[in-house]
């Protein structure tokens, strides 16, 4: 595990924080009790994934979430406890995942054995009985691979290959698992690094039939924990892209909207890319290690279009995968957020990757660009050098692609910042915040907007 020394200046400085996504937010909710923080955002919301609309629909309003939607309690340590110092309510909810094939007709859900037969000519069809038993066999031999610093090199498909799984099992199960948890394409996860891959899964209780963990959802819409984390920042500007960086000895110069100001130092809140491209001076490492790092952009819609589920109400589940040979280079998922937010309407509402050509535009709600980060042998041993990019040059970057792409590790990338300034959750409690002016239209707005790509 890479070690961060605090920072040897505790004294107040001016501190730009580029982003303001769960890692930009984190940095700030922290960074403003002891400094003065100024945030940057190029849209004119706050948020980044956390993009949650409000929709009316059958005489009512509902907070349909469409970014990030949901945590669990066992691999979200940080947002929990950042969540309960804030105040922010969550409420259980179910994580089913289905496959559903448009090539074969192939549907099933694995939450229960009645979903798993969601088609009931499987349970005469001995071919998905076979599949029953590769999913337990991948399991085991995960396992065993997984707490093997010998076994678990190289590539995901390599250790398909190697164990001589069946290519039915490894497209209707691991791969399309693996496609829907990353937002990655079907064709490019046989390239996902095994150790990577196996250690998530088992963190994740993924590798057992029981003992996984609790999944939430935040109470009205995860937008809700925008202003808990953000009411102590001194500077919230929107619509406020930034163009350059540039650093000189004792400072950092931040060009916005044609105007440059100088901070004492910078931490970068955004992606890896769009970091290396604003630092107009990047050092070796900067370009080697952030320029390993690369992201998907997947096109999202909410709609109601039920036709994109699987054929039979049994197989639905809050994730349900298609796989469809005409679109393998991009991940086809859609989310039910009826059954993940508990949402009571009439017709079920999705958030869908990939498929617009597919959903009928009566239907279309909302349309979303997401970025998601992709994960290769390339970019995990990128991550390894972080040390020797972040906390030089007064510049610091974190971001969810440090770790395994979540919102819990977008937390734990900004806390890995903070404490360089000596600040965590364990004493944010009793550090007396900065004042501050919340009188401004621009910081009422960043509170209470919805999301600008929405």
């Known amino acids: 595990m890479t070690s961060f020394q605090?920072?040897?200046?505790p004294q107040q400085k001016r501190i730009a924080i580029i982003g303001s996504g769960i890692s930009g937010q984190t940095c700030g909710y922290l960074l403003s009790k002891k400094h003065h923080t100024t945030l940057f955002e190029a849209n004119d919301c706050l948020g980044g994934h956390t993009a949650t609309i409000d929709l009316a629909i059958e005489g009512k309003t509902l907070a349909v979430d469409t970014g990030f939607i949901v945590f669990n309690d066992r691999t979200y340590p940080n947002f929990i406890k950042m969540m309960n110092q804030i105040g922010v309510a969550s409420k259980p909810t179910e994580m089913s995942f289905s496959v559903h094939n448009k090539a074969t007709g192939l549907e099933y859900n694995g939450h229960s054995l009645n979903t798993l037969f969601a088609q009931r000519r499987n349970l005469l069809?001995?071919?998905?009985?076979?599949?029953?038993?590769?999913?337990?066999?991948?399991?085991?031999?995960?396992k065993k691979a997984n707490e093997s610093s010998q076994d678990n090199q190289g590539s995901l498909g390599e250790f398909l290959d190697k164990y001589?799984?069946?290519d039915y099992f490894s497209t209707h199960y691991v791969l399309a698992m693996t496609a829907a948890i990353w937002s990655a394409s079907i064709d490019s996860c046989r390239d996902f690094p095994l150790q990577f891959f196996l250690n998530f899964l088992s963190n994740h209780g993924l590798l057992d039939i029981a003992n996984r963990?609790?999944?939430?959802?935040?109470?009205?819409?995860?937008?809700?924990?925008?202003?808990?984390?953000?009411?102590?920042?001194q500077d919230i500007r929107?619509?406020?892209?930034?163009?350059?960086?540039?650093?000189?000895?004792?400072?950092v110069e931040i060009t916005s909207e044609g105007q440059t100001e100088t901070f004492d130092e910078v931490i970068f809140a955004c992606h890896s890319d769009q970091a290396l491209a604003l630092l107009s001076d990047p050092s070796e490492a900067e370009t080697q290690v952030l320029s390993a790092i690369n992201y998907r952009v997947n096109d999202v819609v909410l709609h109601t279009d039920k036709t994109i589920l699987p054929q039979r109400k049994r197989a639905y589940a809050s994730w349900n995968y298609c796989i469809?040979?005409?679109?393998?280079?991009?991940?086809?998922?859609?989310y039910n957020m009826n059954i993940l937010q508990g949402l009571q309407t009439k017709e079920d509402l999705c958030v869908t990757l990939n498929q617009t050509s597919r959903i009928a535009p009566q239907h279309i709600l909302r349309r979303f660009a997401y970025s998601h980060p992709v994960f290769t042998l390339e970019s995990i041993a990128a991550q390894k050098l972080r040390s020797k990019i972040c906390g030089h040059r007064l510049t610091h970057f974190c971001g969810a692609y440090w770790y395994n792409g979540f919102h819990e590790?977008?937390?734990?990338?900004?806390?890995?910042?903070?404490h360089r300034f000596g600040l965590s959750l364990d004493n944010v409690d009793s550090t007396e915040p900065l004042e501050t002016s919340k009188t401004s239209e621009i910081q009422e707005n960043a509170l209470s907007q919805g999301p600008a790509h929405a």
């Open 6 to 9: 605090p920072h040897p200046h």
């Open 125 to 142: 069809n001995p071919r998905f009985y076979y599949f029953i038993f590769e999913i337990l066999r991948f399991n085991r031999l995960s």
């Open 164 to 166: 001589g799984f069946s």
């Open 213 to 233: 963990p609790q999944w939430y959802v935040i109470e009205g819409g995860s937008r809700n924990y925008i202003p808990g984390l953000t009411q102590t920042i």
């Open 238 to 251: 929107l619509n406020a892209s930034v163009t350059s960086v540039t650093r000189f000895k004792g400072g």
């Open 324 to 334: 469809d040979p005409q679109v393998d280079t991009l991940p086809t998922l859609t």
């Open 409 to 418: 590790d977008g937390v734990r990338s900004a806390l890995d910042v903070c």
